[in-house]
């Protein structure tokens, strides 16, 4: 079992910024890809933002290209995402992933890996995105 602990979340008006936060204990011995996902009510689960741990390659979901952001910072175990030019329709409750399995290297194609690639999940952080 990995701990993900989330934070960052809040409300902001539309065009603010916000910056998530994902501690993750060992990260870069633990951790094959770490991904940012998002669920508003009455949707399915959609993938933002995943970065590969040992190669650092990175993918946005198409609905978030050009306004977000996500790197990691090795020293601290922490992957964030910044959010910028949020929008109304960015909200939603926000989670953290981890794939602890490499499953993810099962994807060959270059794009954002599916959720169930993920075995390891934070418990979410709300974004709330006013017009």
């Known amino acids: 079992q990995l701990q993900l602990a989330e934070s960052g979340g809040g409300s902001v008006q539309t065009v603010g910024s916000l910056r998530l936060s994902c501690a993750v204990p060992?990260?870069?011995?633990?951790?094959?890809?770490m991904g940012w996902f998002r669920q508003a009510p009455v949707k399915e689960r959609e993938g933002v933002a995943a970065i590969y741990t040992g190669g650092g390659s990175i993918y946005y979901g198409d609905s978030v290209k050009g306004r977000f952001t996500i790197y990691r910072d090795n020293a601290k175990n922490t992957v964030y995402l910044q959010m910028n030019n949020l929008k109304p329709e960015d909200t939603a409750m926000y989670y953290c992933?981890?794939?602890?399995?490499?499953?993810?290297?099962?994807?060959?194609?270059?794009?954002?890996?599916?959720?169930?690639?993920?075995?390891?999940w934070g418990q979410g952080t709300q974004v709330t995105v006013s017009s």
């Open positions: 992933a981890a794939d602890t399995r490499a499953r993810t290297a099962l994807q060959t194609l270059p794009f954002m890996p599916s959720s169930s690639l993920f075995d390891q």
């Open positions: 060992g990260y870069s011995r633990r951790t094959h890809c």
